[in-house]
């Protein structure tokens, strides 16, 4: 079965199917494929053994005979130079804008792939079969494509969306226990600044998540697909209500950054989320028993929340300034009210905090978190 969620009211208008048992179903062939004369699936070395041969013989059994790249797995690969990299490589190949991308894999190639798709010949089309619960619940959605920077994170980049997102469940049983921990830090996210009956879903049905449950696992991606989808449809460049998905991340973001990569993304934001909820109940906005929920539900996914790197407050504060998000070079927080809704005061969505508040914020990081 599969339920198509169309992003109207976006650029273009995307499928998205959630399916699970993805090489079975008509769904990639007719979604336009044979309108490009070249295929090229990109995905990396870990998803390539488990999955790109499976899926390059149901192509070639449909008359489709794709290229493949496989790139280096990890963060570590999102880069300007891999991108060149795959450029190259398509030139290599000899492809024009005749040439439809297949992105499979987590949220490292999704981000990677749709940024050479958008930049490649002025744009050529993709197509996401994401792989990882990251994936398949945020990056593959919204159309923001890029890679990272020694600046910063996602630092180069552009909004483009695919031309559809397939969701394959069944991929998900092979994903470590980390990574497939990892991608309900941004479930739990879009629950936080959404929908509190949807963090009251996850908080009951915490144990049969963990273990996979395939019913209640199509149940919370369809829930988190339509939050994330819901709010990027009002605001697809994020100048106003979008701006809330980045709930967690302003601290995520440096955190990555200053670990240089060490701690997974899911990670790092759900450390960031604890931090920017402690702001929210130090400026009054949030109360504590709100607070302790959000812990609780962090213990309950079973979040690592232990960062074990050497790092100082002063380069995090750092990291911070050099947001994307920093407007006057001052950084800038989604802080929450309550569960399942954000401050937005003026319909400003996000807020610049004194220095001071920063520090408390970054004080209680170094405290619980970091050592
Ligand atoms: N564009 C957006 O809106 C957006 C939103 C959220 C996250 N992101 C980005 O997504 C990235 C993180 O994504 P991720 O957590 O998927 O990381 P990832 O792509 O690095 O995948 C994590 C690991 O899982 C492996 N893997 C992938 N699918 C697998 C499967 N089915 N079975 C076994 N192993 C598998 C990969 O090889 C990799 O080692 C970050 O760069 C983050 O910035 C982007
Ligand atoms: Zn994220």
Do not use: W
Not at 56 to 83: C, D, F, V, W
Not at 87 to 101: I, K, N, S, V, Y
Not at 303 to 328: F, G, T, V, W
Not at 344 to 350: E, R
């Amino acid at each position: 079965m599969s339920i198509p969620i169309d992003l109207h009211g976006t650029e273009k208008p995307c499928p998205i199917f959630i399916n699970d048992d993805l090489l079975n179903s008509p769904h990639l062939i007719d979604l336009g494929l044979k309108e490009s004369n070249h295929h090229v699936i990109i995905t990396d070395d870990n998803v390539r053994l488990l999955y790109a041969s499976k899926l390059m013989e149901y192509l070639q059994k449909n008359n489709i005979h794709a290229h493949l790249i496989s790139i280096a797995p990890g963060e570590i690969s999102k880069t300007r130079e891999m991108a060149t990299f795959v450029q190259d490589q398509l030139f290599e190949l000899g492809l024009g804008r005749d040439t439809c991308l297949i992105a499979l894999g987590g949220g490292v190639i999704t981000d990677l792939a749709g940024y050479v798709a958008a930049t490649y010949c002025r744009g050529i089309p993709v197509i996401y079969m994401p792989t990882t619960l990251m994936a398949m619940v945020d990056a593959s959605l919204g159309g923001k494509t890029g890679v990272n920077t020694p600046y910063g994170k996602n630092l180069v980049g552009v909004f483009s969306q695919p031309k559809a997102i397939i969701l394959d469940i069944s991929t998900l049983n092979s994903l470590s226990e980390p990574e497939y921990l990892s991608g309900f830090s941004e479930v739990i996210k879009h629950a936080l600044i959404f929908d509190n009956e949807f963090f009251e879903y996850l908080s009951s049905n915490a144990d049969g998540l963990m273990n996979r449950d395939s019913h209640l696992l199509k149940k919370t991606i369809e829930k988190s697909c339509l939050i994330k989808t819901t709010i990027v449809k009002q605001d697809e460049r994020e100048s106003g209500i979008r701006a809330i998905c980045n709930f967690g991340h302003t601290i995520g973001h440096a955190l990555e950054l200053v670990t240089d990569y060490s701690i997974s993304h899911g990670y790092a934001v759900a450390v960031g989320m604890l931090v920017e909820a402690y702001m929210s109940v130090k400026l009054g906005l949030l109360s504590s028993v709100e607070f302790q929920r959000i812990r609780n539900i962090m213990d309950r996914f079973s979040m690592p929340l232990k960062i074990l790197s050497n790092i100082a407050l002063e380069d995090i504060k750092r990291a911070i300034i050099l947001d994307k998000k920093s407007r006057n070079k001052m950084p800038m927080f989604v802080t929450l009210k309550r569960i399942g809704e954000t401050y937005a005061p003026d319909s400003q969505f996000t807020i610049s905090i004194e220095e001071s508040m920063l520090d408390q914020g970054l004080n209680y990081l170094m405290q619980e978190f970091v050592g």
